[in-house]
């Protein structure tokens, strides 16, 4: 499967770059590898992303990989 993005998703990506290289270059690597990964897998298995509800025939994936709390 083909995966698209949608504007706001691209924009999200390039920050998501940006910020992780404040953190060092390993932080970036490692979070470059994750979203790859889940992008990898979204083309393999396209039906195990969760449907967005308001948006027919689109699927999300967190990119964590585990939940957190914040308190």
Known sequence: ?????T??????????????HAFGERVAVAVELRIRTVIANI?????AAEPVAERPG?????????PYKIF
């Not at 504007?7 to 992780?20: C, E, P």
């Not at 083309?43 to 039906?47: E, S």
């Open 7 to 20: 504007r706001q998703a691209l924009a999200d990506l390039r920050k998501i770059a940006a910020d992780s």
């Open 58 to 66: 689109m699927r999300v994936v967190p990119l964590i990989r585990y």
């Open 43 to 47: 083309a393999q298995h396209p039906k």
């Open 1 to 5: 499967m083909k995966v698209e993005y």
